[in-house]
């Protein structure tokens, strides 16, 4: 299975940015990770039946998946310059409820793509 996400750019911050992770092959769970320059990788959002999110992003990010087209969104409103990072969109089967936030639960990682939220 291969991921390939988009999208990342630069934007003031209180701007939106869209994400895309289009995937080879249909997955359960998908879901979206970041990382900060100089910090640990950090879930932001999954979409497994329903829509899960870290309590950082929740009210401000929109986590959708088009199943027709294999394609997960992260819609991103209200940017922070703190939300700037590398963002990695993650895809696996099985993934239970209790580690949908555990990067090591999913099997499959597309490449990234670097959101800069300016101040």
């Known amino acids: 299975v291969q991921l390939q996400a988009s999208g990342g750019g630069l934007v003031r911050a209180g701007g939106s940015l869209r994400l895309s992770c289009v995937a080879t092959?249909?997955?359960?769970?998908t879901a979206w990770f970041r990382q900060a320059p100089g910090k640990e990788r950090e879930f932001v959002a999954a979409?497994?039946?329903?829509?899960y999110y870290a309590d950082s992003v929740r009210g401000r990010f929109t986590i959708s998946r088009d199943n027709a087209k294999n394609t997960v969104y992260l819609q991103m409103n209200s940017l922070l310059p703190e939300d700037t990072a590398v963002y990695y969109c993650?895809?696996?089967?099985?993934?239970?409820?209790?580690?949908?936030?555990?990067?090591?639960?999913?099997?499959?990682w597309g490449q990234g793509t670097l959101v800069t939220v300016s101040s």
């Open positions: 092959e249909r997955m359960t769970t």
């Open positions: 993650a895809a696996g089967n099985g993934v239970i409820m209790s580690t949908m936030s555990t990067g090591s639960a999913y099997g499959y």
């Open positions: 979409f497994r039946w329903r829509e």
